[in-house]
Each structure stands twice: as structure tokens, then as C-alpha cells.
């Protein structure tokens, strides 16, 4: 149904069977002009196999069974240098902000696991803490996207950063009264 | 002069200042009308709290507003649960108490002294009126009619579905947290829609509130992340999605839990998984939203696969794990009554012998929403034809509402909002149709049929919307007019239901004289203000749970278990010495140091609501904690019937129920005349005879009547003896007693 619906609503885009075999510059072309609705069959990993991807899908699987390791040093290469050449230096910042969030959240999880969550207000205050300022930095840098200012009509960069401070206060105000 | 008049009057309806002048007066008044149509109950009775639970909330407040938030939020009760004691400010919902206590001090610092009791009695009228604003603000998320909105302001204002519960002096939970329900959905709907961290931020604000005021709070956990769920189903996932709902999921959490009686069930309840389920999904998703857009497809469905099985296969083992070692709670009873409506019965009697708790009957449907019943599903199908996420939202919250509202009947309340808000979109789609004036032409519908087949290639069928006019001016009169006598009835039958089934305050009864006078039957609260003059200040009152709350509220005496039924077995103690044979009955009264035991009686007056017609459960209760001692089976007769008159069981006779309702009921009559005129049986000759119990008070109905339970005799004999003795059994006793005589040998 996802999948009849999207090419119901977007006339010129390339059909889905093409575009397994198009190159790069087609499948990020065919992303931006459907701001509401990015391409929907992707983000469901279930639906895979009954889509209309199926045929490429299982001969892309058969010439790759073998060389699985190489395709998936090939994707990596390729992700870090799409990310090292796209990406604005503020916007990387932000990065370097959650990975550091990451980092903490995952060591307040390890400490939880091994010695114990005792104070379990402390430790969940602790944690929701860093998840939610992950999440609300992923909003913001979401919403700084160049590429994603059609999603976001009513939201500015500088709005982003309003909103992100107030719910940032929020959440740090319910952390600190949680604490004990 | 009057066409002139016409003129202006049309020119004014058209500007579009005047326009949302207008709404904002029809608002005004609508809000108005949903304010007063809920005073019957005031202006027929008193300003009075109704019921049962509201007394609870009513005590509460008045504890709040005498010592303070702190003091509040620290409560041990000492005077209820007696002996055990209850961690009052623990295990409440303080939103309630809190709201009308920031009113009160906020009129009194605009030198306005009210009473608390009038700010408590009005609150729930005065948050209704709140609540059809927010309706008015939801629908108009939904369609670009804003007649949409003012009519779902009017239904959501009058219709009896919400009013049973918000009635002037119903001052219960439910009676702010619809608003909260409503207004938290239009902030999520706004959230969704902007995108904006800013609107979810509030989402969760007032979901926090709505935590702090209502159990029913889960509705909301778990109705958002379905839809968030349903929308990515449908290939809907967007970058506002996930602003909007992780916003809302991280601080809404964490201010739900930030009240002590939700405390930590936000992470160990299985209720609360779903949306950290849906939370956790959408991080998977925007992350892989976003490696879709750095890399060829070729690789990226490479990547996928590895990607996806990977988290898959963990997220499955941590669930596995997490569950069998325990750390996330099975669901709780309660829960399992949604899905097994059987359940509660088999498992559970203290949840089953809740009314509200009982499954909907069919036409409940039709008495609570009227004509809307009717319009539901055509909102819903004209939902269906937009299908934006907004719509998709209200697609939901039916098909959810609907199952709940079948299940339980209390939960018609959460049902409620979703059908006004259809029924108006359908009302004013068929309003808007018919009431234009001007009949389309050759022209528009040739322009509308090329614009058909031209979109008839591009898109869907269903997308396309032909434009279809309505020519006829006998069609639209028609029309138009079957609609106004609609909402008329409407009206006529929303205004009749309040006025006749949902304004008795219950506390005080109402019953018309045979010339028609009203007259009032004021029981209860002669027995309770007979109990707080007559009796010790920590006197303990032993009575059936549904009149702890008003015991404590209205008496001011200590009651051993109320409406809060947290300790199954407390109430079962209560149920066992209620349906025990006195000798059993004795000690338990005397280990809980009972004072005196209040029932209720409806059989000179035919009350229904009586404890004998409650005993059953009493017994179901006191029989699931000890089987071998109490048993159900030995209520009925053989022929299986439940009978009070003279074929009633000894079992049945001999409860200390039965003895406490009868006793001395048969002098009101002539010999061998007595008659239950609740039960139409008449009763025998002898009634019961009790030994360890006096007889304190009799209400002027006989509704409440008190015993006192009698100290231990003077001379050590046992009660049963002592009572033959005075009344001059002596002798048939003493041979009883002594049995056969022995030799004395020392």
C-alpha cells in the first residue's frame, strides 16, 4: 500500500525497479522533491522482501553472497567520505556533541550493569538526561539540514536553537528534581 | 428597511475580522452553555461533593489547602485503612488537589473569598468549558472548516458521554484530565504537524499534568506511539515525526515520572514499552534515513540487511532477557480485564465488583452520544478521503476508543472526544454541501469533469474528489432543515439526560411525593453527622469499602477500608466478618478494635443500592482469601436462588449482614407482615436476634443504620449467653452449657 501510494503522488520520480539499477546521483535525486514523505519503502526493513525490490534484491544478494566483507568496507568508504565532504563544519560539531552524549550514556549503562543501579533515581535521571539531550541535539541538527528545510516551513535555524534551549531547561529541570 | 438590514448584516458575516469575532463570541457562549448545563445538580440540591470518590479528593484538598503542598506531598493517613495506615501523598494523583488549590489561593489573593467546597464543586464545570475549547482547537487541525471546530465545541460541551463525569460537584480525577486528554492531543497533532520542539516540549508539559491528575493517563502512552507506529507503517515517516515524538517521548517520561505514585512504572511496566519501543524504532529509523541519502541503493540495501538483522536479533535477545530475569513487570490485572473481559471475574472480584468496570451495555452508546453515534462513522470515512497524518491520528483513536469504550463502561470518557470531533467534521461537511447558495453551472461541472480526467491519469482514484453540485433548491432545504431538527433532538436529548440521570448527587436521594412535591431523603448525611456528634474522635467505623471515602469526608472518623481498594486482603477481613456467623464475626471486630459497623438498608424505602444487594461480592471477596471458611454456595438456596425472606439459607440468616439489615425490621409492621420492599419478600415472623452488636442509630429511612460493637461481658461469659441470660433463657441455656453432669471429685 506504502508502495503504491508513493508513486501515486510523485508522476515524475523514478520507478522503484529503476532505481535499484540506477547509479548514485538518481537515488539521492529522487529523496529531495517529496519533502513530507521520504522515500517510504526504505525505512521498513520487513517490507523488503515482498516489494518490487525483490528480484534485484535476491540477484544482488547471490553476486554479493561471497564477497560480503569487501561491499560492506565499500559502503562504510563511502559513508564517511559522503559525510567528510557534505557535512558543514557546524553541523559536525553537533556530531562531536552526540558522539560525546553517546559515550557517556553508554559508560552510565556499563556502570549500571556492573555495579549495581542503587540509587536508581540518580541513574535514571543520569541517563534519560543524556538520552534526551541526544535526541533533542538530533532534532536540532535535523533541523539545521540544508536539505531538510522543506520539512520544517515554520522552523528557522535560529528557532531551532530557541526551541532546543528551552527544551534542553526542561529537561534539565526534571532531571535535577528526579535526582534525590 | 429590512432588506437594507439584511444587506449589512450578510456584508458583516463576510469581513474576516468580524469572522473570528464571531467565533471567539460563539466560543464564549458555548463555553457558557457547557458550564451551565451542568449546575442542574446545584440549583436542584446544594452546592454538595457527589458521590463517593470525590469525597476522598475533597478531604484531600482540604488537607492541602489547611497544611500546605509540602505536608501534602508527605501525607501519612493514620485514619483510614486503620490499623495499617495509608502513605496518602504517595499513592495519589495530586493534580486534581493541586489545580483547585492554586484556584483557591489565587482568588483569595484577588481578594475574592471563596470556600474551598464551591471552588471543588465548580471545578469540573469550569474545566468543561476548557475542554470544548480544546475540542474547537483539535478540530480545526483536522479540516479547513472552521464550523468543523464550533460544532465540535457544542458537542463536546453538552454531550452526556463527558458530562456524567463532570457535573458540578462530581469533583473526581476524570473531571480536568478530559481537558488535559484533549489539549495534549492538539499539542501532539501541532508538534506533528510543525515539526517544532517547541510544541512537543508542551505535549509533554501537559502530559506530565495529565500524569499527575489521571490513571488514565496510559491512554495517551500508549494512543501516540501507535499512531507514530501506524504512520511509519504507511510509509510515513518524516523528520518531523521524529522531532515531535522524541521530544515528547524524552521529556514526557521523565515528567510522568517525577509523581510518586507513577515513579518508576515508566521503565518496568510492560504498559509503558510501546513507547519506548516506538522511541527506539525511530532512532533506527532516522539514522538509516540518513545513510539512504549518503550512499548508492545498491549498497545501502547491503547495508540495511546486515544493519537491521544485527539490531533485530539483539533487541530480541535484551527482550528475552529482560523478561525472564524479571526486570520488566508482567502486565498488571487491571490490564488483562481490557483484553479478557472474563478475566476479572475469574481472577480478580475486587475489579469486577466495580460497576464502572463493567463491559458496555449497547444502548449506553445511544443514550451517552445521541445522534453522534450515527456520524462517527461517516467522520471517520471522511477522514479516510484526506488521509494526512493528522487524519490518520483520528482513524486510530476511533478504532482504539471504540474497543476500550466496549470494554469497560467507564472508559466511554476517553471515547467520547474522538466521536465529537468526527461527528463534526461529518456534520459540517454535510452542512457546508448544502448550505451553499449558489447551484453550480454547465460550465463548472464541465471544468470539474476535464479536471478529472486529467487527474484520473496522474494520481489515484481516490484521490481525485469529483465536484459534485447540488442543483435542487428542495434538496438543500430539505437538507439543511433534516439537520437542524437533528441537532435540535440533539440538544433536546442532552439536556433531558442531564437533568434526569446524571444530576443526583447520590448522596442525597430525590423522590417525588404523590402530589408530585420533591422530596428530599437525606440519610447519609443525618447518619454521618450523627457519627461525628455521638461518637469518639478516633472511633473506628467498620462498613462496606464504598463508603470509607464519605465516612472519612463527612463523619471525620476512622474507617477500616475505603474506595482506594489497594489491600485485597483488608477488604476480604471486612467481607468475612460481614458474611460470618457472629461468633466469627466477634474477634475479627475486636483484632481491628471496631467501634461500631454502619450498613446501608434500602428495604423500607427500596433503595437499590443497599449492601444487601452488594453482599454477594462481599462474600466473592472474603471467599477468594479463604475458601474453606467462606463459601458462596451456602448463600443460594438449593434451587439456586438468592433469598432473603424466610426460605433463605441458615448460612445467609446467620450473617452478620443479614442480622444487621433485619434486626428489629419486623416491629415496623404488624405481626407477620414484613416486607423488603427492595426485594418483594416478605419476611418471617421472628426477625434476627443479634448478641454481640447493639443497636446505635437508625436513619428516618432506615437507609444507614448503625451498631455499636458490644465490649467484652463483666462477667466473662461469652455475648451469646450473656443475651439469653437477659432474656430469661436461663435455664435452657445452663443445660446447654454444662452438658452432662460429672461428679465433682476435688
Redesign the interface.
Known sequence: MAQKRNNANRGVSPNPKTTATTSTTTTSSSTTPLPPIPNPSAPIPGSRPTSSHSAATTSAKTSASAPVAQSWDKVVSNLTSHYQKNTPQRTKLVDAFMAFLVVVGVLQFVYCVLAGNYPFNAFLSGFSATVGQFVLTASLRIQTTEGNKKDFPAVSPERAFADYVVCSLILHFFCVNFIN | MSAETLEILADVGKGKSTRSVLRVIILALIAGASIASRLFSVIRFESIIHEFDPWFNFRATKYLVANGFYNFWDWFDDRTWHPLGRVTGGTLYPGLMVTSGAIWHALRALTIPVDIRNVCVLLAPAFSGLTAIAAYLLTNEMTTYNSAGLLAALFMGITPGYISRSVAGSYDNEAIAIFLLVFTFYLWIKALK?????W??FC??FYGYMVASWGGYAFITCLLPLHAFVL?????????L??SY??W???G???S??IPFVG?LP?KTSEHMPALGIFGFL?L??F??Y??????????????W?F?GGI?ALSLGALVLATSAGVIAPWSGRFYSLWDTGYAKIHIPIIASVSEHQPTAWPAFFFDLNLLIFVFPVGVYLCFQELADEHVFIIVYAVFGSYFAGVMVRLMLTLTPVVCVAGAIAISTILNNYLVAKTPTEEDQQVAEAAEKKGSK???KS?NKPVVGIYGLWSKILMVGAMAIYLLIFVMHCTWVTSNAYSSPSVVLASRMPDGSQHIIDDYREAYQWLRQNTKEDAKIMSWWDYGYQIGGMADRPTLVDNNTWNNTHIATVGKAMSSREEVSYPIMRQHEVDYVLVVFGGLLGYSGDDINKFLWMVRIAEGIWPDEVSERAFFTPRGEYRVDGEATETMKNSLMYKMSYYNFNNLFPPGQAVDRMRQARLPEVGPSLSTLDEAFTSENWIIRIYKVKDLDNVGRDHISATAFEKGLKKKKATKKKGPRTLRVD
Open positions: 510543525q515539526g517544532s520542539m517547541l512537543g516540549a509533554a508539559l511509519v507503517l504507511m510509509g510515513r515517516y518524516s523528520t518531523r521524529y522531532v522524541t521530544t517521548y524524552a521529556l517520561t521523565l515528567a515520572m517525577q518508576f521503565v532512532q529509523l532516522a538509516l534515513d545513510v539512504r541519502s549518503a550512499i548508492p541503493s545498491r549498497q545501502f540495501q547491503t547495508f540495511l546486515l537491521a533485530f496522474s494520481g489515484l484521490a
